[in-house]
Structures are given as structure tokens and as C-alpha cells.
T-cell receptor, first 114, second 111 residues
Framework: GAGVSQSPSNKVTEKGKDVELRCDPISGHTALYWYRQRLGQGLEFLIYFQGNSAPDKSGLPSDRFSAERTGESVSTLTIQRTQQEDSAVYLC????????????FGDGTRLSIL | GENVEQHPSTLSVQEGDSAVIKCTYSDSASNYFPWYKQELGKGPQLIIDIRSNVGEKKDQRIAVTLNKTAKHFSLHITETQPEDSAVYFCAASNTGNQFYFGTGTSLTVIP
């Protein structure tokens, strides 16, 4: 597909379980971003990957959150020992290497912690 | 770091009227300002953007203006239609490719 693809689209899990969210960026996009969006709220930055540089992890809310990216392809966001406050939509975006280019967003993973 | 403020948080207009959403930013190094529209259950979609070497950009019913001196930029939607109802986000970015988002404006167009 031409756009950013995220899976699963919905995830319901019990408190304390680990979850893994996946993002397939647009081919050729070197930058990849993860955001969290709570119901009715704005976008909360989590982590940013740019090519082979060290990721900017400054937005990760706790050590239960981690993310990986292999080269310029798929990224996974992992949340360990989920808590109810982790319930949100997790959005992924990608953009080209050059600055001043827009981000392209996926439709997100809606995560619900019971 | 950069701080982007967006107003108003909610906006209701009659169909056919204009809507204006305003954002301010704090970092003079920011040089790229996209606007996104987010419909329910979807990710944000780019609707228009402006770079710091330009003062205004227009695309049909949508326009964006930028005042670098005052560090503010605005989205203008003319002849609003019910399908314009959505949440709109402004953002600011610099050469580091980091994006800073406003808190969003929920626009309702009343038929």
C-alpha cells in the first residue's frame, strides 16, 4: 500500500499483559514517529527514529515503553505490564529524510486495557 | 524547546461561513508549519502546509498565513461545508525534523 500501515487496528488486553504494536512506514521514508493520543486529546510525542541515528526517546513515559526499528523499515512499540492509563490510540507517522516535509500518519492502534 | 499554542479549542460555524484557527509558536528556528485534519477513528491527514520563506498559501477553500515576526500562523477555511467538521491540528517543525503539535480545534459546521 501507499500509506502508513498500523496493526492491529484494535487491541483489547488485560492489565499486566505485554502488548506489541506494529508500524509499516511508507517505503523510502527514513523518519518514523510514534505518538499517543488519549480520548479527545492532542498528540503526545513518544519516540522518533531517523535513519541509523540513535532514536530520540525523550517522550517515552516510563521504562515500560520501548520501541525498535530495523533499518528504515518496520517499527514495533512494546508496552510491558500494561496499566489502565495506557488505554489510548497509538499513532505512527513517517516522513522523508529531508526537513520541511510533512509527516504521513497511519490510522492508529486503539488500545484498551481492561 | 518549542511550544505551540492553538486557539480556539472548539469552534462552531454555520455552513457557508468562514472558520479561522490560530496558532503561536515560541522557537524562531521553526521553519515549517503543517496543518492536519483528523476525522473520527482516523489518523491526522495533511491539508496544507507553509514554509517560513512564504507569508501565505492557498488551496481552493483553505489558506494558511504566517507571520514570522509575531510567531503566529493561522488556518482559514472559507465557504465551510458539513464535511469540514473534524479536529484540526497545527504543528511547527525545524531542520531537525522534530514536530511540535498544537492541542487541536474541534470544528463543527452546522448545516
Amino acid at each position: 500500500g501507499a500509506g502508513v500501515s498500523q496493526s492491529p487496528s484494535n487491541k483489547v488486553t488485560e492489565k499486566g499483559k505485554d502488548v506489541e504494536l506494529r508500524c509499516d512506514p511508507i517505503s523510502g521514508h527514513t523518519a518514523l514517529y510514534w505518538y499517543r493520543q488519549r480520548l479527545g486529546q492532542g498528540l503526545e510525542f513518544l519516540i522518533y527514529f531517523q535513519g541509523n541515528s540513535a532514536p530520540d526517546k525523550s517522550g517515552l513515559p516510563s521504562d515500560r515503553f520501548s520501541a525498535e526499528r530495523t533499518g528504515e523499515s518496520v517499527s514495533t512499540l512494546t508496552i510491558q505490564r500494561t496499566q489502565q492509563e495506557d488505554s489510548a490510540v497509538y499513532l505512527c507517522a513517517s516522513s522523508p529524510f529531508f526537513s520541511n516535509q510533512p509527516q504521513h500518519f497511519g490510522d492508529g492502534t486503539r488500545l484498551s486495557i481492561l | 524547546g518549542e511550544n505551540v499554542e492553538q486557539h480556539p479549542s472548539t469552534l462552531s460555524v454555520q455552513e457557508g461561513d468562514s472558520a479561522v484557527i490560530k496558532c503561536t509558536y515560541s522557537d524562531s528556528a521553526s521553519n515549517y508549519f503543517p496543518w492536519y485534519k483528523q476525522e473520527l477513528g482516523k489518523g491526522p491527514q495533511l491539508i496544507i502546509d507553509i514554509r517560513s520563506n512564504v507569508g501565505e498559501k492557498k488551496d481552493q477553500r483553505i489558506a494558511v498565513t504566517l507571520n514570522k515576526t509575531a510567531k503566529h500562523f493561522s488556518l482559514h477555511i472559507t465557504e465551510t461545508q458539513p464535511e469540514d467538521s473534524a479536529v484540526y491540528f497545527c504543528a511547527a517543525s525545524n531542520t531537525g525534523n522534530q514536530f511540535y503539535f498544537g492541542t487541536g480545534t474541534s470544528l463543527t459546521v452546522i448545516p
